[in-house]
């Protein structure tokens, strides 16, 4: 499922409840380098649980803390009842980062050359 929707983790939900998050880290260190065979593994038996998850109110910082503290790559984003409303990857919050950088450097510029005209 993971290759056919080109994600990196799924999570793993029993009657709406977040259970477990599996990802291809996970696939490969518990199954392939184990000489499992993924037809006959299943997959809360190799699943994370309990998933570590944050807050939908919280910042792009505090999620890049939380992930660089628990070593993750993939974050659920769980609403104020604790229902899962998404999942971010590091790599959206690096793409974030790097576009408000680029924006402050724009806003930079353009003060640098309102003050200065050549």
């Given at each position: 499922m993971m290759s056919e929707?080109?994600?990196?983790?799924l999570l793993v939900m029993e009657n709406g409840a977040l259970v477990g998050i599996?990802?291809?880290?996970?696939y490969m260190r518990k199954v392939i380098l184990q000489g499992r065979l993924s037809k006959a593994t299943a997959v809360?038996?190799?699943?994370?649980s309990p998933v570590v998850t944050i807050s939908e109110r919280a910042t792009i910082g505090e999620c890049m803390?939380?992930?660089?503290?628990?070593?993750?790559?993939?974050?659920?984003?769980v609403g104020g009842d604790g229902s899962v409303v998404g999942v971010v990857s590091i790599?959206?919050?690096?793409?974030?980062?790097?576009?408000?950088?680029?924006?402050?450097?724009h806003q930079l510029h353009q003060f640098i050359a309102a003050e200065y005209p050549r």
């Open positions: 929707r080109g994600v990196g983790a599996i990802s291809e880290r996970d809360m038996e190799i699943m994370t803390r939380l992930m660089t503290d628990e070593r993750i790559r993939h974050l659920p984003v790599g959206d919050l690096v793409k974030e980062i790097i576009t408000e950088q680029e924006e402050q450097i």
